[in-house]
Structures are given as C-alpha cells and as structure tokens.
C-alpha cells in the first residue's frame, strides 16, 4: 500500500472538483489524500489482502483518488496518483521513466475497446453475476460525512483560499514595488540625464564666456583677498550684505531692469577670479564683454513678515561665493506690503568697497528712472587701474613712498597692548574673525560743536575723530605703550577717470602716533591732521607691498602693524531716498576683520552723524563694546566743548559708568541673623536643616557664623558694620565641626573684608568665623 501526503486531521475525505491543489506534488504526478481516503485504502487493502477474495472482485470501498490498476497477485495499492496517459498533453515525471514503474503510465482505450467494453457490461447486467462495473464512467463519488468533517473540510478549503488570496496579494505588492522601484530608477535616469545636459550646457556657456573673457592680473589688494579666502576656514569672512527698507509703491520689473543696466555698464559686476602658473601663483581676473555677460542674479518674492527679511539677509551673509563664475553681485527684492520693500544686496569684498555702493546706489536709481547711463571705457574700468598699479610698481614710481614709510615704522613694531577691559589676559590665536557691533548717533548740535571746533584748529572733523581716539588709547592702556598705529582706510581714488567706477580701491594708511608728542588736545588734532595729510601724499603705495617689502612680521593673533582701524567714509553720506522711496532704514553687515577696535563714522547732509564700535569677540565682551563706545562719546564731548584742554585733564569715565563700577565692587550688604534654633550640617554630601537646643557657640561662648556647604554663607549682625572691616579670627576645621579630632586651625589676625573672606574661604571650604 502506497500513499500521497496528507492533508489535515479529521479533514476533507475526498478532493472536490473546485478545489485546486496550491502546492507543487500534482506537477509531478501526485495529489494530496485525506484522513477518510486512507481510512478507505486501508480498508480496501484488508479486503484485497483476504485469500478467498477472487482475484477479479473490486471492492467498493476504493478511495476516489485511487488510481490503481488491475491488481497482480501481490496486491498493489497506491493511492494519490495523478493519471498520466502516453498520449496526454502533461509530460510524465522524470521517475515514470524507469521501466520498473512504466506500469503506472495508461494507455487510453481506443473507441472500438470502448464500445466492446460497454457491450460486455450490458452482457454482464442481465447474467445472474452482478456487474462489477457501470455502463458508463464512473465520476468520483463522495462519501457520506459527518458534521465534524464537513466544518473542518470547509475549514481547510477557507484556509487554502487565504492561502491563494495572500499569495495573490503578496505578488501584487511585489509587482507594485517593481513597478514603484522602476518608475523611480527611470525618474532617476532621468534626473541624471538632465543634470547631466545641465551640466553639459553650463559648460558649454562657461567655454564660449571664456572665449571672449579679458584676463588682467589682480591688483595688490584684490591679491590679498584672494589668498586670504583661500587659506581661511571660514569662508564667509569677506562678505558684504545691506538691506534697506525703502517705503512707497515700486515697480518691479523696473528694478530688475536697471539691475542689469549697473551690471552691463561695470566690469567688476561681470569678473572672475583665479590663479594662474603651475603653483597658483598668479591671481588673475577675467572679464567678459557686455554683450555676451552672465546678468546678476536678481530675484523678487512677497513675505509675510520683517523676520523673513532678516532671515534673508542673514543667508546672503552666509553664502559662500564662488569667485570663478563671473558672479560679482547678487540682488533680492521682498515686499512685505505694496508700500514696504526691502532690497538686499551681497558680495564678496574682493569686488567692492565702501565707496563703489554708493556708486551702485546711484546708478541704480537713474537707471530706474529711465535715464540712460553712459557708458564707461576701458580705461575707466578697475582691471584698468589694476594694470596701472602694478606698472607704477615695477618702474619705481613708489619708490618715494616706500621710504617715507621706511622712516616712521620700527623694525619691529610691536601690538597693542589689551585694553583693561578685555576678557582675556594674553592674545589667543585668531582661528576666525567675529566682533560685537555697537553704534549711536550723536544729534546736528553734538555735531555742530565738534566742526566748530575744528574749524578753529584750522582741521577737519576726521582729524578732531583721530586725535580723540588716539588720545582714549593712551588713557586707557596707561604706561604700557609709548607709541601706537592706527591704520586710516582711504578710498584711493585720487585719478578723476576712476571717480564712478566700482572696484576694490580701498586702501590702508598706517599713522604713528607717539605719546607725549602733544601737551593739549588742540595740538593733539594738529598732529592728526599732519599726520593724516602725510599718509594721504603716500597712499599710491599699496599696504601689501608695504609689509612685504619693510618685513613687518606676520602673527595668527593679532594683525600686522595696527590693530586698531578708522572709517571715516570721507565723502560718503547716509542716503535718505532710493529710487525715489523713502530709505526707512539701513542694516550694513561688513566683511569681517581682525581688528582688536574698528571705529566707523559717518556723518550725513542733515547734520547729525553715526559712530559704530566694532570689538574682536576673541577678545572683548559685547559688554566691552557697549562701555568704550560710551567713553569715546563722553570724551569727545568734553573735547568739543573746550578743545585746548591738557590731554590728560578730560575724565574718560562717564559718572553712570564709575557709580555702577563702585557699585558692583561694593556688591550688596547683606545682614541675616541665624536663628537660635538650627543649625546647618553636611550629612552624606547633602545639605541638611535640623534643630538644636541650642546654636553651636564657641569655647568662649560667642556666637559664630557657619559655612557648611559651597557657594553659601551667612553672616551675624555683629560681623559687618556699614561695610567697614573688622579685625577678626579666622577658624577652618579639618573635620566636622562638632568637635571631632583635633582642635581647630588658627589663622592670624587681619583685616578682612567680608566679602573677601566669604569669596576665598568660606565658599570653598566648611569654616567658622567667630565674631
């Protein structure tokens, strides 16, 4: 007796027609049987196995997956065994081909064998032998169940239903997901391709801009810029953004157009920056010709909020250019209202100085108005003035000027000393440049006085702005410096051709002043304008040359030669309309440096002026800044009041400022009595209150104040008096102090200030001190 796999328990005793096998025997000849079908085959295989059975007999019992063929003498059973005919379309397994189980592939009858076998079956139905097979094919029968077997043949044709339908499900998710995985690696493809063609195109416009691209060697201070952002870690140090609020209705598509008529009249707006040789030791600039010029990116947008304006332009701050893509300049417009915009504009400070702005500003607005600019020649262009520059080099005709400055600059210059407010003892290495920003603007009649009285010096009101600050440093650092250099920034457009160009001009004019050189303040203003008037006459030399050729040392902590800065913007007002808007608001945020202090003035057509403090943040507290931009304003107004006032007679300190220094020294008087029923003691590192029958008191019975814990103390009435110092003793205990080991240190007598002792003692250590 042979049989298939089984399926279930108490299951299905026959397979129906509807259901179809799920799993993988019927493709190789066999099918599943049931509980009841080996139930029926091991009954037919005891009926057969009985010896009197003729050999012919079939019983009725035959399972209805039984396939079993005229049995031999040995009584073969096998049951679920899939037919397989010679002549059929399903292909016999591979083990139907050992001859020894050939048996097991059916011949089909042929129609003549059909008919004699029906005749034969007739025959046999009127004969006294009952026949032992219909007149017609036999269909498999079911055999009749119970309940039981009928809930748990539904049960398992519901569970291979799931079965078919999770499977079903399973290979509709999968072929979603391949269809998904698909779709997106072809919507990648596609990405990749039109980066790519992006790509392609970007670089076929850059090799046609270079084909038509002027080269010009940079200029000294463009040099400088250029290997100063290449070596330095934040590369957003050199950054120039301004935002301005202007208030009234503005056409935008007019902006936008005269954005690109200053971009088409001004080769620094359309100029490229890179080095040339094996080592990149050439800085170059490459212009491209108008009409064949990149426009500056201009970009317009509404907001809902001032807040997305300072967002704005704290990201134009932040960006990083990229110097060899011929993008000098970027321009954004909000508008938070129809009549409140904010225009922003960013650079790098390698194209631009304080002075090409307000060029900008004012072609802006002709060409907003509609009036055409005029067209500015070569020789009027900046990489024209960096071609002179360097040949007025190379032929020597700076050569007086490199003297001049050869005579008043030490071989070793050395750095100004900290002021006494600084939050540092020592120099720290400069590893980026930060500084605290603070400002005032001082009233037309504040201003009034300060150009009166340089009028009577026969000076200029810079010159007043110098002596004044020259004069503070001294004050402030004391006998620790003889001389100092502050460094005067000059726009450096002394050729008239140059006068509306944009470009880097600026250059630095370093001015000695020694201490003690004046006895008054007027003389001091005197000096000033000497010394200011004697820069100017040298300032074709550039800086850089400067350093390099009188071998000024370099250091990471402080910046060569002077450490402190002067803007006075000379020239330059504080504009009060653009394109015919009212100018509601200014933010200027400038390249960074590493000057200790940077002064910035500028004074406006309306009389009144602005002062701006700038303080290194590695070095200074914004605290700091706050407390010398009020010194330098308290003194130039004593100043202006009577300028042939000694120099060392002015008080820098404002009074505000000496009474909340006092005050803070003094710190507050505190007088706290201990209750005479606790006492404060240290139990398993935790600060504990508890009661006593009495205060702890000392040998000689008087009353004493406890410090148990750190950052904490308390003080008896009779200990401070109107915070006079009194002469008292000192006790430390090596242990606890309810008197456990040895008896107590003692300290000799001294005068100690609460406040001291409290500070150096008692917050550190557990300790009494005896009143």
């Known amino acids: ?34 509980e009841s079908d080996l139930h029926a085959l091991f009954a037919e295989a005891i009926v057969r196995g009985r010896p009197r059975l003729p050999s012919s007999a079939s019983s009725s019992l035959t399972a209805t997956t039984t396939a079993v063929p005229s049995p031999p003498p040995s009584h073969e059973l ?22 020894r189980l050939s048996h097991f592939v059916l011949e089909r009858p042929a129609a003549d064998a059909k008919d004699s076998q029906a005749e034969e079956s007739s025959q046999q139905a009127h004969s006294s032998e009952p026949a032992r097979s219909p007149t017609t094919p036999v269909s498999p029968v079911k055999k009749p169940t119970t309940a039981e077997e009928d809930a748990a043949n539904k049960a398992a044709r519901e569970k291979m239903r799931a079965s078919k339908k999770a499977a079903e499900e399973k290979a509709r998710v ?106 990149g030791e050439e800085p170059m600039q490459g212009v491209v010709h108008a009409a064949h010029a990149a426009t500056v990116p201009f970009k317009w947008r509404q ?16 960006r990083v250019w990229d110097l060899g893509a011929w993008e000098g300049m970027r321009v954004t417009l909000l508008s938070l209202k129809e009549t409140v915009h904010f225009l922003l504009v960013g650079c790098h400070h390698i194209g631009m100085d304080g002075v090409s702005f307000q060029i900008f500003y004012a072609d802006l607005e002709k060409a907003y108005k509609g009036q055409t600019l005029p067209v500015l020649p070569p020789a009027s262009q900046y990489r024209t003035f960096a071609k002179l520059q360097r040949e007025a080099w190379e032929t020597g005709k700076m050569d007086d000027d490199l003297e001049y400055y050869r005579g008043i600059i030490p071989k070793d210059p050395k750095p100004l000393p ?12 400069l590893e980026k440049y930060g500084t605290h920003r603070v400002d005032v603007r001082i009233d037309a009649v504040f201003t009034g006085k300060i150009k009166a009285a340089a009028r009577r010096l026969k000076s200029t009101t810079f010159h007043f702005y110098l002596a004044a600050l020259q004069l503070l440093i001294f004050r402030l650092v004391g006998g620790d410096c ?18 509306g160009t944009l470009g880097f001009f600026l250059n630095l004019l370093p001015l000695r002043f020694a201490k003690g050189e004046a006895a008054t303040f007027a003389e001091a203003v005197q000096q000033a304008r000497n010394k200011a008037y004697g820069g100017l006459a040298h300032s074709k030399l550039p800086f850089d040359i400067l350093l390099e050729k009188l071998d000024i040392p370099r250091s990471s902590s402080h910046t060569p030669l002077f450490q402190v800065f002067v803007d006075y913007r000379q020239g330059v007002q504080e504009r009060q309309r653009y394109m015919g808007l009212k100018a509601a608001g200014e933010d200027w945020h400038l390249a960074k440096t590493g000057y200790d202090v940077s002064l910035d003035i500028i004074e406006n057509a309306a009389g009144d002026a602005r002062l701006e403090i700038r303080l290194q943040e590695a070095l200074y507290s914004e605290s700091s800044a706050r407390l010398l931009l009020q010194t330098y304003v308290h003194l130039i107004a004593q100043l202006a009041e009577d300028p042939e006032v000694d120099w060392t007679a002015p008080e820098i300190w404002p009074r505000g400022v000496i009474e909340r220094s006092l005050s803070e020294g003094r710190g507050k008087s ?22 006593h029958h009495r205060p702890p008191r000392r040998r000689d019975n ?44 003692r300290i000799p007598k001294a005068n100690y200030r609460l406040d001291l002792l409290a500070a150096r003692h008692l917050s550190r250590r557990r300790g009494v001190y005896a009143a």
């Open 78 to 99: 096998i049951a679920g065994i899939v037919p397989i005919y010679t002549d059929g379309e399903t292909p016999a397994p591979d083990y139907l081909r050992d001859v």
């Open 303 to 318: 907001i809902r909020d001032e807040a997305e304006a300072r967002r704005e332009l704290e990201a134009l701050r932040s």
């Open 418 to 429: 900290l002021l006494p407010f600084a939050k540092v003892s020592s120099r720290v290495p």
């Open 702 to 745: 008087r009353q004493a104040a406890i410090s148990t814990g750190p950052q904490r103390w308390h003080e008896s009435p009779h200990i401070r008096s109107n915070g006079r110092p009194h002469q008292r003793h000192l006790r430390i205990p090596r242990r606890r102090w309810r008197g456990q080991g040895r008896p107590h240190r």
């Open 174 to 279: 999968n072929k979603a997901v391949a269809a998904a995985a698909a779709k997106a690696s072809a919507s990648a493809d596609r990405a990749a391709q039109r980066a790519a063609k992006k790509q392609d195109d970007a670089a076929k416009a850059r090799a046609a801009l270079l084909k038509t691209e002027t080269a010009e060697r940079m200029s000294f201070g463009q040099s400088r810029f250029w290997f100063l952002d290449q070596a330095i870690k934040d590369r957003t140090t050199f950054n120039i953004a301004i935002s301005v609020r202007l208030e009234g209705r503005l056409r935008v598509k007019d902006v936008e157009r005269a954005v690109q008529a200053v971009a088409l009249r001004h080769e620094a707006l359309r100029t490229r920056y890179f080095a040339r040789g094996e080592y």
């Open 1 to 34: 007796m042979s049989i298939s796999s089984l399926v279930g328990i108490s299951g299905q005793s026959h397979v129906d027609d509807d259901v179809e096998q799920t799993n993988g025997t019927s493709v190789h000849g066999c099918c599943d049987i049931s």
């Open 482 to 499: 003889d001389e100092v250099f502050i460094g005067v920034a000059d726009a450096n457009r002394t050729d008239a051709k140059f006068m």
């Open 670 to 691: 505190i007088s706290t009595k201990i209750a005479q029923d606790a006492y404060f003691r240290r139990q398993n590192d935790r600060l504990q209150v508890g009661t």
